[in-house]
């Protein structure tokens, strides 16, 4: 049931991070099983929030096995991308296939459980740089000012998950925050504003703490943020209803023409979705 308290994302919004999880428990050194957290659930979110195209982005807790990614991106078609995870050496068959199901970059995770390591990150560019593919990384947001150096050479487009995901969260004026603010100035990068509730300390329904480097991240850089759901939010119990965290951001991010931005054009951009919605 639509809730008549939160409005709907605008016309052609771009989920630009969920995952689906298949039943059971899933690989990792921590198995936990995720509920309704396949297809049919995730389209009744898309049909409840107005989301319009998604990105799929492989979860960690199934290693470099992206059959249950692809799946998702075989039902939904052309209005769908994912993003991968392979080792740093695989082959180009093997990327040349995933290109064939939607793929679009790789993902680098960069707390436990992930498979890449940052010295493997500068080559690893270079090749997806020569396919137009992207880099999507996960880090504590708190090595950014040390990664800097490394994250600029990055020759692909680098987009940043859940506002640099600070572990936990910073000042406005610490230089882990100065360090994202300045990877969005020099053009490569991009910021998924999402999962703000992973490290608030405040706490919701604001999450005020988070809220605020995302806002100070929008009013720099509004053609270099994506909207994301974080669906279906393993790590939050209960989850939160999708509507009202769209509504949270647009609070966030309060005018029309930055929102359309946010929500639309800058991913259909940069994932190359064509026209105003699916």
């Not at 990327?95 to 995770?109: C, E, K, T």
């Amino acid at each position: 049931m639509t809730d008549a308290r939160y409005q709907a994302a605008p016309v052609g919004t771009v989920d630009a991070h969920m995952h689906l999880y298949a039943p059971g428990l899933h690989k990792g050194s921590t198995p936990f099983s995720v509920p309704h957290a396949e297809l049919p659930a995730y389209q009744a979110v898309m049909k409840h929030v107005g989301i319009d195209r998604v990105v799929f982005v492989q979860s960690m807790l199934y290693g470099d096995d992206n059959s249950t990614m692809l799946s998702g991106l075989e039902a939904l078609g052309d209005s769908a991308r994912g993003i991968a995870v392979t080792q740093a050496d695989a082959t180009d068959t093997l990327w040349d296939q995933l290109a064939s199901h939607g793929v679009i970059g790789l993902r680098a995770f960069m707390l436990n459980g992930g498979f890449l390591s940052w010295d493997e990150l500068p080559r690893l560019s270079a090749r997806l740089a020569e396919r137009n593919w992207q880099l999507h990384l996960q880090l504590d947001g708190r090595e950014l000012a040390d990664r800097a150096a490394l994250l600029s050479d990055i020759q692909c487009p680098l987009v940043i998950d859940h506002v640099g995901k600070f572990l936990s969260p910073v000042e406005p004026e610490a230089p882990a925050f100065k360090a994202l603010l300045n990877l969005l100035a020099a053009g490569k990068t991009w910021v998924k504003l999402s999962g703000l509730y992973e490290t608030s300390l405040t706490g919701g329904p604001g999450y005020e703490d988070t809220a605020r480097l995302a806002r100070i991240v929008a009013k720099e850089a509004p053609n270099r943020v994506l909207w994301a759901s974080n669906w279906p939010h393993p790590n939050l119990q209960p989850a939160p209803d999708d509507r009202a965290l769209v509504d949270l951001v647009r609070r966030i991010v309060p005018g029309e023409a930055e929102q359309q931005l946010l929500f639309v054009q800058n991913a259909a951009e940069l994932f190359g979705f064509k026209g105003a919605s699916a």
